[in-house]
């Protein structure tokens, strides 16, 4: 997931969410809402920056209330899910995970469309760029590069 619309004019790093990447996100945590297992585990993790911090926030504060707060999500932070990181590292740290349940990687461009296209179609393959808030589901048996499908897809509507 790419993080919601954020404000200009500050440090980057910085950048809080504006309401409508609030809402954008909201939408895109409710579209999820929808899509997963009752009861299933998941853990979100997002980028140190501002607005990825505060839209992972977001995913949790609404699927919490749609799942009725019986399994909430975990909540990460990885240095490693900035803009600018590389592809390559990240995806060498998701193939030694041992996931239980679902996860969510709450980013940035490009690296979120980068980091889909590889896993997808294999090694330097850019991606589709996201919209802010824009949802990609993967699965996959082993997370490495060309090993995923892409199993979903949802775009929130702009907010203003």
Known sequence: MRHGEAASGVIDAERPLTAAGEEQVRDSARWLCDQRQPGEPLTIIHSPFRRARQSAIQVLKTLT?????????????NEQLTPEHSVDALIDWLTLQQWHGDWLLVSHMPLVASLSGALVEGRGHLGSPFTTAQLVGLDADVWASGCASQVALFTPTRHR
């Open 65 to 77: 209330q749609c799942d009725g707060g019986d399994a909430p999500p975990q909540l990460r932070e």
